[in-house]
């Protein structure tokens, strides 16, 4: 099992950038690709965007696309969710998870089974 804490939500104007941030412990991260997941009130969690183990390939919904950018760092463990041009419809708590690298696709979180706590992220218009 892996265990993920989440850092860098927080309250932002429409317009702005953040960086999300995922520490992992208790495996070996270059095993695991990663992914980010959010969860609005009163909406089901969706997926967000992924990285794969190895090669570097990523996966974004299409509403983040060309606005978030998914890295990973395994040298320090850590996966990175660079947001800009954020909007308010971006506003959920957002969750990082990670899968052993041949436990199916990327983009669904049914694929998962190592999740954070979730950090808030809020887009003010």
């Known amino acids: 099992q892996v265990q993920l804490v989440e850092s860098g939500g927080g309250l932002v104007q429409a317009g702005n950038s953040l960086r999300l941030s995922c520490a992992a412990s208790?495996?070996?991260?270059?095993?695991?690709?990663m992914g980010w997941f959010r969860q609005a009130p009163g909406k089901e969690r969706e997926f967000v965007a992924a990285?794969?183990?190895?090669?570097?390939?990523?996966y974004y919904a299409d509403s983040v696309k060309g606005r978030f950018a998914i890295s990973r760092d395994n040298a320090k463990n850590t996966v990175y969710l660079q947001m800009n041009s954020l909007k308010s419809e971006d506003t959920a708590v957002y969750y990082c998870?990670?899968?052993?690298?041949?436990?199916?696709?990327?983009?669904?979180?049914?694929?998962?089974?190592?999740w954070g706590q979730g950090t808030q992220v809020t887009v003010s218009s």
């Open positions: 208790g495996g070996t991260f270059s095993n695991y690709d």
């Open positions: 998870a990670a899968k052993y690298k041949y436990s199916g696709t990327s983009t669904s979180g049914r694929n998962y089974d190592n």
């Open positions: 990285i794969r183990w190895i090669g570097g390939s990523t």
